[in-house]
């Protein structure tokens, strides 16, 4: 089916059509009908299967047939970090350049001045972090007496990042007579007992299995002690196939450390987590997408946003704990029919972490040793072990293209052989988790 076929506002569909898009994803297929008819709707696909626009592309097209009240707002669209919220208003913006739609957006790290005065002022749309918005609710500021849509944006991270109590303050203000959306990789059942309190029988989309990672990524695993982890990814980097590479390291001062080993070994390095400021958040970015940095060393937290075309290899230096995270992690790789390669660096003390991913995927990954790496090598380690209180980090590599990772262009990667619709063909979103 295509676009046209699925009753968008002309206006929308043309903004469809201006970035070359013909054909719906599965999640866009899937959600835009049942979005468009008014029903709630919790949405599961992988990262990178394009879940922004199947829920703005048909906002939109409903905001198009009505205005704005002077002051009041008329869809809340909540995500889990700044990054992600400025991703959605680019693409919010991108599709509604045929309409006259307000947009504004509200995230902490910034002044708090414009955004109040975009409350006041009211817009068709706003897309905020939890903790900013319920902050400026609680001084009175945007008034939501008139909304028509709530969308939950990476719903499952937003409520393991502990912000529940903050999305019922929000939702305890709105209209209970509204549309409202939830989208996310993944959602384990306990959280999806959890969107009850927000949705009125919600129609489910799902689209592939909740714990299966990309088909797109080539997943390994090497072996190496903690203290070896960094010369192990300095010695990867050597590999020219490592065109545009995301580290995953679990803490901030890990994060910092490893990057400035990098730039120390000639590799030109990015960090982004929750203790950079808005501005070095946005200029990391910026630098890795255009190539001016070849390594962009992440925490979780900051890197959910992440939506960056091109990522060759996803490296988890540090091994994630929980198995949702590895997935999410690896959807940053892989993404709009292209292949990507997942590298984990697995020490002693994280083969229990591997075990219980192997069983939440329902199978093993590949092992593998690095080529020329001397695993008896005495390394320099990141810092002080004594200083260290838990865990070393997540590098990768590997030999050609293959597939791959808190709080995201030199080359494209290859389109896997024989199969598989160009950016072109296929509507696949700049941003968008």
């Known amino acids: 089916m295509a676009f046209r076929e699925l009753s968008l506002d002309t206006r929308v569909y043309q903004a469809v059509q201006d970035a070359g898009y013909t054909e719906p994803t599965p999640i866009q297929l899937a959600a835009i009908p049942l979005i468009l008819a008014g029903n709630d709707l919790i949405g599961i696909a992988q990262t990178g299967t394009g879940k922004t626009a199947a829920f703005t592309l048909p906002i939109l097209s409903k905001l198009a047939l009505g205005k704005t009240s002077p002051g009041q707002v008329r869809t809340l669209i909540l995500a889990p970090t700044r990054e992600l919220v400025v991703q959605i208003d680019e693409n919010v913006r991108a599709y509604a350049k045929h309409l006259q739609i307000s947009v504004a957006t509200v995230f902490g790290g910034v002044g708090e001045r414009p955004q109040i005065d975009a409350l006041r002022r009211g817009a068709d749309i706003v897309i905020a972090t939890p903790g900013r918005l319920i902050d400026l609710m609680g001084r009175r500021y945007g008034n939501f007496s008139g ?27 709105l209209p209970r007579r509204r549309q409202t959306l939830l989208f996310s990789a993944t959602l384990s059942k306990d959280i999806e007992a959890v969107t009850r309190e927000f949705q009125q029988a919600p129609k489910i989309v799902q689209i592939g299995r909740r714990a299966n990672p990309a088909e797109t990524v080539t997943q390994f695993v090497y072996e190496v002690p903690k203290l070896l982890k960094p010369a192990l990814l300095i010695h990867m980097l050597q590999n020219p196939g490592l065109e545009m590479v995301l580290v995953f390291s679990r803490m901030k ?12 070994s000639g590799i030109k390095t990015a960090t982004l987590h929750s203790n950079r400021s808005q501005n070095q958040r946005l200029r990391a970015l910026s630098d890795f997408k255009n190539g001016t940095v070849r390594v962009l060393v992440a925490t979780d937290i900051a890197a959910r946003g992440i939506d960056v075309d091109g990522i060759s290899h996803v490296v988890n230096f540090d091994f994630p704990p929980q198995p949702e995270d590895y997935v999410h992690r690896i959807g940053r790789t892989g993404r709009a029919n292209a292949v990507g390669d997942a590298i984990s660096f697995v020490s002693s003390d994280e083969q229990d972490d591997l075990r219980l991913l192997e069983r939440f995927i329902g199978r093993g990954i590949v092992r593998k040793r690095a080529e020329g790496f001397d695993y008896s090598a005495a390394a320099a380690p990141l810092s002080d072990p004594r200083r260290e209180s838990g ?25 896997r052989g024989g199969g598989g619709a160009s950016r072109g063909g296929t509507f696949r979103p700049r941003r968008h988790q």
Do not use: K, T
């Not at 028509?148 to 203000?173: C, N, S, T, Y």
């Not at 001062?253 to 120390?264: F, G, I, P, Y």
């Open 253 to 264: 001062h890990s994060a910092d450390r490893l990057a400035r080993r990098l730039e120390q």
């Open 147 to 173: 909304l028509q849509h709530l969308i939950l944006d990476e719903a499952d991270r937003m409520l393991d990042m502990g912000f529940l109590p903050a999305i019922r303050q929000v939702v305890h203000e």
């Open 391 to 415: 865990g070393g980090g997540g590098g990768g590599g590997g030999q050609g293209r293959g597939r791959n990772g808190d709080s995201g262009r030199p080359a494209r990667p290859q389109q």
